[in-house]
């Protein structure tokens, strides 16, 4: 990356008619041809130096990124991978308060400065992350009094963005503001510019004013479908843009679970970019239960495509960013116990058949990116997207239907896949499935169905596309929650008004 070109994404020549389906084929054979050399991966063939990731997604204009930490740096295989195929660095932990600035005025950029030499060194550009987090935030700014940390924020912001002036695309300035509810994190930002947006809107504002060419986002996990939380950030963003606040861009983290990626996601993207903002997938995984199934591997590669397609879809996505260079360096499973295998590489820094299947959907094509940036100040508000309509519904005969759950549950969430079986004899056309969500528990996202209210009774109701139980037939459609301690399943389903069993 050279210094003043951290703006737009290049040009791509690709239009949305151009295909070039030998194109994974080509890689997959490049990546069966590699061979360990001194430690280094080394691609062989003709078809290994045209074919990546990043030369794809530049053809249409966009990014391919990677988060690489300090210690990837010292492992020539993850270099390798993380030189030749992205585009895109993103220090994963470098750049992040308790590193930069662990206690009060003093310093510390060496980590942050290392991954910037690595991606420069190999010609890629850098989105730096984070400014302001109440995550990985040293103690020292927790404790200051609530009156001194709107000075000690502003000069963090100014300090940090100085140093990297030029060198950065994109600046995660505000990460993860939201509970899983829409409601404020309320931590010691928050709190210091006595709620709301405010302290937002002035931290993007100091970073502004510290590299007036680095575009500013906000980044947060759980808003890349509809929801509550996706929709505080749409307020949010409105009354940013409304504001004049120079802000450029959302960040969906996009850490998702194997055939749960939202059905709302390409409609949601949109609605944000009909704002006039970019909306780039900052942090994608997608995990499963390990060991990996082939199954689970098939199903992640059709997620990672679908998302890949979708950015490609939206003018105003400028590129995707995976997060950690291969399943041995993945964040998820010193997280969630018994998950893993997330990313595109195995732990042999081997290419899956997500990484295939996402090589394809690049070379599909795209609708090409705007040739000059999105504006940054306020547009008018605009309607979200309407949603399909549902077909009629037919009401089944009582007792003619059946619903089975699986749970799968963390410290503080749970996903539930619901699959419900049409033992009625006739075709359901339209259906709305109300049920009991437990007490303490509040809706994340959905996929597969649309669901309302947020907790208690609620009712899930078809999509568009799988409005149809045929006589016989199923559906199945998930949902992420919250919770505070009660991972029970739902209950009392009833469909169209029709109590249905269980099991
Ligand atoms: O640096 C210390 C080390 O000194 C100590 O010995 C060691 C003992 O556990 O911990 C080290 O710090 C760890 C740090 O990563 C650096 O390796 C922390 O424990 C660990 O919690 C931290 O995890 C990072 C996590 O953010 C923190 O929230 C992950 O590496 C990083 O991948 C992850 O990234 C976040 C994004 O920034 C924001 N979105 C979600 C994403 C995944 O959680």
Redesign the pocket.
């Known amino acids: 990356m050279t210094a003043g070109t951290a703006g737009a994404p290049r040009r791509g020549a690709r239009g949305a008619a151009r295909k070039r389906s030998t194109l994974a084929a080509a890689a997959a054979a490049a990546f069966v041809a590699v061979a360990a050399s001194g430690g280094a991966l080394v691609l062989a063939g003709p078809a290994a130096a045209a074919t990546t990731l990043r030369a794809e997604a530049e053809a249409d204009g966009r990014y391919f990124g990677v988060?690489v930490?300090q210690g990837d740096l010292g492992n020539g295989t993850a270099t390798n991978v993380a030189g030749t195929q992205f585009d895109m660095v993103t220090p994963?932990?470098e750049m992040k308060w308790d590193t930069i600035e662990p206690s009060n005025g003093s310093y510390n950029f060496g980590p942050g400065d290392a991954i910037v030499n690595f991606a420069t060194s190999h010609n890629e550009r850098v989105r730096g992350?984070n400014l302001v987090w109440h995550?990985?935030l040293p103690g020292w700014v927790t404790s200051l009094p609530l009156s001194q940390v709107k000075a000690a924020m502003e000069a963090h912001i100014t300090t940090e963005v100085s140093h990297y002036k030029g060198k950065i695309y994109a600046w995660d300035v505000v990460?993860?503001p939201f509970n899983d509810d829409g409601s404020f994190r309320q931590d010691v930002f928050y709190n210091a510019f006595g709620g709301g947006a405010a302290y937002i809107a002035d931290a993007l504002r100091t970073a502004h004013a510290a590299d007036p060419n680095a575009k500013l986002y906000i980044n947060d996990?759980n808003i890349e479908g509809s929801g509550a939380k996706s929709d505080a950030m749409y307020n949010l963003a409105q009354t940013l843009l409304q504001q004049g606040a120079p802000l450029n861009g959302i960040g969906f983290?996009s850490?998702f679970i194997v055939g749960q990626v939202p059905s709302s996601l390409a409609s949601n993207m949109q609605r944000f970019t009909a704002l006039g903002l970019d909306v780039a997938v900052t942090?994608l995984d997608d995990r499963m239960q390990t060991p990996a199934s082939s199954a689970n591997l098939q199903q992640q590669a059709t997620d990672d495509a679908n998302i890949v397609k979708v950015c490609l879809a939206n003018a105003h996505c400028p590129g995707v960013t995976q997060?950690n260079i291969s399943d041995a360096d993945s964040?998820v499973p010193g997280?969630f116990s018994g998950w893993g295998a997330a990313t595109m590489f195995d732990g042999n820094y081997q290419p899956k058949a997500a990484y295939n299947a996402v090589l394809a959907a690049l070379a599909g094509g795209s609708v090409p990116p705007p040739s000059t940036p999105p504006p940054t100040t306020s547009s008018p508000p605009t309607s979200p997207p309407p949603t399909s309509p549902s077909a009629t519904a037919s009401t089944p005969a009582s007792g003619t239907c059946q619903v089975s759950d699986a749970i799968n549950a963390w410290n503080n969430g749970l996903t539930a896949n619901i699959t419900v079986t049409n033992n009625s004899g006739t075709a359901i056309n339209g259906w709305s499935l109300a049920f009991t969500l437990p007490s303490g528990q509040s809706l994340v996202s959905a996929w597969n169905a649309t669901i309302t209210p947020a907790s208690g009774a609620v009712t899930a109701t078809n999509l568009g596309y799988n409005a149809s139980i045929p006589a016989g037939g199923t559906v199945s459609f998930g949902f992420q929650v919250s919770h505070t301690g009660n991972t029970s399943a739902p209950a009392s389903f009833t469909l169209n008004g029709t109590a249905c069993t269980s099991g």
């Open positions: 988060a930490g994963e932990n992350h995550s990985q990460n993860e996990y983290e850490h942090e997060w964040w997280t």
